[in-house]
């Protein structure tokens, strides 16, 4: 039941060929204790069947958009902005799930702190089979520095997000970077003072990330990441931090062509090097069993996915 005393907020899921983790996501909005949300679904030309999925959802609190273009991930977080109708905007990946308890943390945090646009989680890093494998949270008093941005340490959990619309509208995304749009946008905002953020050291955030630590999107990632250096990494970022972020990055871009095996590894277990207490590993996995069970105002499809 919808809690109208609740401020309301837009969640947004942009997707690509989602067809086997979209519903899941989509129960994870549905699993909120926050109740007061409209769900923005954006597809971007899914060749799948994941714009069917989308629009057999009925319920008045979900939109569903579509083009047929594949425009990618920054252009289709632009066309958000425009497209919520609130004041507050949160995202999250279309092959993802959250904590239930995520959004009623960030706005009770965000709505404390009027002089904050930015509310990040920590995150789970989870398998393709939902298993807990690690944890990366920063601490409440975590600060973002012009060296950790260059580096790719900012601590920000890009999909956890919940921020003011009106930063957004600040601060869009780069619509040709076609990886790492999240570094790129804290390092043009942090250049204009536009930067201001604060933590919740929690892993309410639980992100399928295997698919990501392949030697093709590292090497996109780092090509990337050398253009946000040059181009974008303006006031704030001296001349010799950029230099010494840009020969760090051709080190690991060299390392990752020639070694990817070892290279791989090395980032893989970087990723998930802080281990889950027993109890903790339990109730994150105790709360996807249960997001996992919901049951969604679906009409046209059946529970394997397939049209009636």
């Given at each position: ?88 905007i949160a995202r999250m990946d279309a092959d993802d799930l959250m904590s ?152 690991k871009t060299f390392l990752v062509r020639f070694f990817p095996d070892s ?46």
């Amino acid at each position: 039941m919808i809690n109208k005393k609740q401020k309301p907020i837009s969640i947004g899921i942009p997707f690509y060929n989602a067809e086997s983790t979209l519903l899941d996501a989509v129960r994870s909005v549905f699993a909120q204790t926050y109740t007061n949300w409209e769900l923005i679904l954006i597809d971007d030309g899914s060749t799948d069947r994941s714009l069917e999925l989308a629009k057999s959802i009925k319920d008045p609190r979900v939109r569903v958009y579509y083009d047929g273009e594949n425009r990618r991930l920054a252009a289709r977080l632009n066309q958000l902005t425009g497209l919520a109708k609130y004041d507050f905007i949160a995202r999250m990946d279309a092959d993802d799930l959250m904590s239930p308890v995520r959004l009623e943390k960030q706005i009770e945090l965000l709505n404390a702190n009027s002089d904050i646009d930015l509310i990040s989680t920590g995150l789970c890093s989870l398998s393709n089979e939902n298993q807990a494998l690690g944890i990366r949270c920063a601490t409440s008093k975590h600060t973002i520095t012009s060296k950790g941005l260059l580096s790719g340490n900012s601590g920000i959990v890009h999909a956890s997000l919940l921020g003011r619309r009106a930063w957004f509208e600040r601060n869009p995304y780069k619509e040709s970077m076609i990886k790492s749009q999240d570094t790129n946008l804290w390092v043009r905002s942090y250049s204009k003072n536009d930067l201001n953020v604060v933590f919740i050291p929690e892993p309410l955030y639980y992100y399928r990330e295997d698919g990501n630590v392949t030697q093709k999107q590292l090497l996109l990632a780092y090509a990337m990441g050398r253009h946000t250096i040059i181009a974008d990494a303006k006031n704030k970022f001296e001349l010799k931090l950029k230099s010494k972020a840009l020969a760090n990055n051709l080190v690991k871009t060299f390392l990752v062509r020639f070694f990817p095996d070892s290279a791989i590894k090395i980032a893989r277990n970087r990723r998930n090097a802080t281990l889950i207490p027993k109890l903790e590993k339990k109730r994150i996995e105790d709360e996807i069993d249960y997001i996992t069970g919901i049951d969604l105002p679906i009409v046209g499809f059946n529970g394997d996915n397939q049209i009636d």
